[in-house]
């Protein structure tokens, strides 16, 4: 059996919620203190007014974002790029190879990823750089803006007996009627893929492939399914279950007891960019208090000291689980390669 370390972030909700991070996170009650946001950038990303932002978040939760951003920032036109991780990664490669990168900013789910394409970003650092755990950061380039952490969403309509361990997952009944996101379409994704090996054991995918699985690109159309009934349950990000929620679906986020994955996006300004100080402010508002705490109203759980859990994630057991980067990314290709092969897709 392979296994892997990891860093656990312990939830306990009472009449206060109270945090506990181990590993390299730190344990904090006070919010860690922000800048003001800096008044020259503002002026120079007002006279360049727009931005090209390249994401593979999902749709729901950057028009949140964004539109929160144009609430502080009003005079910049963000243009915002979503496609999934992969077909994401290729248009960067493809448009840099080309020197016609559009893009001022990326946040990919794949810390792997943007590793590789560390060359074509700047050197950037947001005014509460120093208060970010150092384990949080790949790269000096890059900088970590949503925690999405992977749940079991469950139609609330269909299922009574809602799951609490991975092994649940295996119930014959539910033999046709789970689903997946595929590891190989992102970051978030290969986490829980990840998580189910280490936690379970080699064997443990073959299991669970024995389960039929609907197999997705994204956890957009798997949430439907699991909302129209043509699933019972998947495996899904947090922040794909509340807008569905908002919408009157009856799903509900699970976390189980074996761990909460969780996978953080990442994001950078482009070398280069057409609207750089407008990239900067951005990145500045998205790592700042406010930012983060918007990230954390949209699902998504902050590594930046201070900000608590989304108000989804009602969980007082489990843990959510961080792998560490070059564990991460030195297993990545191989192991994914072999659960394609495994649940015969080819990606």
Known sequence: MNRISGMTLKTHISASLTVTLAGTFLATTALAQTPAFNAERIEAAKKEGALSLFTANLPDLMQSLVAKFNSRFPFIKVEVVRLANPPLIARVEAESTTGRLTADMMETTDLNDAKKLENIFEDYAPPNASAFPPASQISKKFWPMCGAA???????????????????????????????????????????????????GDDWWQKFADQKPLTFQSSVPLGTAVASGELLMGFAPLIAVAPLQKQGAPVAAIGLDDGIPAAVTTGGVVKGAKNPNAARLFMDWATSEEGQNTYSELGCASVLPGIKLPSAMKVDKGQVWVPPFAEYAGRQAAWIAEWNKMYGVNQ
């Not at 309509?157 to 590891?183: E, F, H, I, N, Q």
């Open 150 to 200: 992977y749940v079991v969403m469950v139609n609330t309509a269909l299922v009574t007996k809602m799951p609490s361990k991975l092994d649940d997952m295996l119930d014959p009944a539910l033999k046709g009627r789970v689903g997946t996101v595929l590891p190989g379409a992102g970051g978030t994704s290969w986490a829980i893929a990840l998580m189910q090996r280490v936690k379970k």
